[in-house]
């Protein structure tokens, strides 16, 4: 999925890349745009642990859009000529924090948060 994910967003050599969701396919997709020559990777997640990690392991400009305002400004913000990213990769799935789904899944013991 994560490698899906990088091919179809068109990573290579040089190329800024904005993932969202810093959970197994957001870290992988990370490790496939890093290893086809991303120079610049953000990644948005409210995880600070798993931000960490993606920091340190595949270089990433770690964002918690807990703690930011506007993460889509901060990329902008950090963007050679606040172009923007190249590409953004949507990593989050629908369990997402706060959705309906997560929130009746973790309410009846069925998935946790």
Same mark, same amino acid.
């Given at each position: 999925?994560?490698?899906?994910?990088?091919i179809?967003a068109e990573?290579?050599q040089g190329?800024?890349?904005? /993932?969202?969701g810093? #959970?197994?396919?957001?870290?992988?997709?990370?490790?496939?745009?890093r290893?086809l020559g991303?120079?610049? /990777?953000? $990644?948005?997640?409210d995880?600070?642990?798993?931000l960490a990690y993606?920091?340190?392991?595949?270089?990433?400009v770690? /964002?918690n859009?807990?703690?930011?305002?506007?993460?889509a400004?901060?990329i902008i913000?950090?963007t050679? #000529? $606040?172009? #923007?990213?190249?590409a953004? /990769?949507?990593?989050?799935?629908?369990?997402?924090k #706060?959705?309906?789904?997560e929130?009746?899944m973790?309410?009846?013991?069925?998935?946790?948060?």
């Open positions: 999925t994560a490698w899906q994910a990088v179809n990573i290579g190329s800024s890349v904005a /993932i969202y810093a #959970g197994p396919v957001g870290l992988l997709s990370a490790a496939c745009a290893m991303a120079q610049t /990777i953000f $990644m948005v997640d995880n600070d642990y798993r993606a920091r340190d392991a595949y270089g990433v770690p /964002i859009f807990e703690q930011d305002d506007d993460p400004d901060r913000r950090q050679p #000529g $606040m172009r #923007g990213v190249d953004v /990769i949507d990593a989050v799935g629908f369990e997402a #706060g959705s309906t789904a929130t009746v973790t309410a009846l013991k069925i998935e946790g948060s």
